[in-house]
């Protein structure tokens, strides 16, 4: 490993890192759950090309909307806002005091919201690729 | 008599909300607007409240597809207010209908115009017709919608069109389940064996089969359609409705929501719950095709004209979504 590692580095390092834990939770989460762990990779999957078609307030609203207890929308909703309250992020985070996700996202102004959508569409994306390594497909 | 009706406007953030940033928050409040439809009520002596519309009553064109996309507002009032979805793609036909005479009658031309001039300057031959909805017709159902169900609308325009891809892909679907109905009878074959027999030549370009449907040959089909290694000849364009557009909404009802959605067996106590969704009703499409070969381009026509008025374009055809008849 290099000594000096570029501030993109890093912070891809980071996502990642951040994404390859949130998969493993996904795991522990729907232990023996097969159907879920299924939910989960290809709602991940779905969520990225949704917050590009329809904006990022909209979907996020959605996938709230469909979080029951212990679904996997819901541990998706949790993550995501985890991950924006974490140190990984760049440009900006969420205030640990902020309670709601897309309450947080809708109160910020354009520039904002603008940051946000790259942030979110940037950790998904590693997301995607450890859900689809990790989670396995039954033959 | 003729009953009393007085309309109020709700108060913007109170009532309902966009999903969007905080400055945009307030100019579609200032936009869109919550309407309150109130009765007086002559027995009872008072104004009671009936109905509601979301209303965009501001003097400039807005897009339909943003609002269809992108701008939904919720209603937050509990009960049957959250049930909103009908309300807001009433507001998406009411936005589409300003449009409709607005600019949509000389962007329409303009496509025309544009499609034939250019690539018949660049030696192509340009096959038009146009074929008129049997019934009603909706593409892009399933494409992803935080009210989850859809419909393409064009992104910059608003309008709804049918997109080449689409188009295409539907042709080639009927000329593959034509020509396995050939290869089945020729070769004494179970029809799936010979569907996939079919679509996996037309893949690879393999021109060993010798199939005729009426002047069209197997050879042709792999030429117009194109494979891995060789671009199809022919071009199928994006189709746009022609002259007046009509949206409306249309419902779905499955009956068995819990046999559907879960693991319960299909009995009738279950409830179901209407979902709405937009479509088009009875409009006129132009479509385009190009080559350059006038023979290939003939042979592509007949099949894109068969495919439109038997098998039909985009979801529910089954049920006689997205079927075509001669004008």
Not at chain 1, 45 to 66: D, E, H, R, W
Request: proline share 3%; with cysteine.
């Amino acid at each position: 490993m290099a000594e000096k590692e570029s501030f993109i580095t890093k912070l891809e390092k980071g996502r990642a890192e951040f994404a390859y834990r949130c998969v493993e939770e996904a795991k522990q989460t729907f232990q023996g759950e097969s159907k879920k762990q299924k939910e989960y990779k290809s709602y991940v999957k779905k969520i990225p090309s949704m917050v590009l078609s329809n904006g990022l307030g909209q979907t996020l609203a959605f996938v709230k909307a469909k979080s029951k207890k212990e679904n996997a929308y819901d541990l998706i909703y949790k993550q995501l806002t985890e991950y924006m309250k974490s140190n990984h992020t760049t440009r900006i985070s969420m205030q640990q005091s902020e309670a709601d996700l897309v309450k947080w996202v809708i109160s910020c102004n354009s520039q904002d919201y603008r940051y946000i959508t790259q942030e979110i569409l940037a950790f998904l994306q590693w997301l995607k690729r450890f859900a689809e390594g990790l989670i396995e497909e039954e033959e | 008599m003729r009953n009393k009706e007085r309309r109020i406007i709700e108060k913007y953030s109170k009532d309902y909300l966009f999903y969007t940033s905080k400055d945009t928050q307030r100019i579609l409040g200032s936009i869109i607007s919550k309407i309150r439809i109130e009765r007086f009520d002559e027995r009872k002596k008072k104004w009671e409240k009936k109905d509601w519309v979301y209303d965009a009553s501001s003097d400039f064109v807005k897009n339909p597809s943003l609002i269809f996309g992108k701008f939904i507002p919720e209603s937050l009032v509990d009960g049957e207010e959250k049930e909103n979805k009908d309300k807001y793609l009433y507001l998406v036909i009411k936005e589409f209908e300003r449009i409709k005479n607005d600019y949509v009658p000389t962007l329409l031309k303009r496509i025309k115009k544009t499609i034939k001039e250019d690539f018949e300057k660049n030696g192509f031959v340009i096959q038009d017709f146009s074929l008129a909805l049997s019934w009603r017709l909706v593409i892009g159902l399933g494409a992803s919608h935080p009210q989850e169900t859809s419909m393409t609308l064009h992104h910059i325009y608003g309008i709804p069109y049918i997109p080449g891809s689409a188009i295409k892909g539907v042709t080639r679907h009927w000329a593959v389940l034509r020509f396995a109905e050939e290869l089945a009878k020729k070769n004494n074959l179970g029809i799936e064996k010979a569907i996939e027999e079919v679509s996996k030549k037309l893949e690879n370009g393999d021109e060993s089969l010798s199939l005729f449907l009426d002047t069209i040959s197997f050879q042709d089909l792999i030429k117009i359609f194109g494979t891995q290694k060789e671009e199809g000849k022919v071009i199928f364009f994006d189709a746009y409705p022609d002259e007046n557009i009509e949206l409306k909404i249309d419902i779905m009802n499955p009956h068995y929501p819990d046999y559907y959605g879960g693991d319960k067996p299909p009995t009738d106590w279950q409830n179901p719950v209407p979902i709405k969704f937009l479509t088009i009703e009875k409009t006129k499409f132009q479509f385009y095709l190009a080559s350059r070969d006038k023979d290939l381009l003939t042979k592509a026509e007949n099949l894109l004209k068969d495919a439109l008025k038997n098998f039909g374009i985009g979801a529910k055809t089954s049920l006689g979504y997205g079927v075509f008849e001669e004008v």
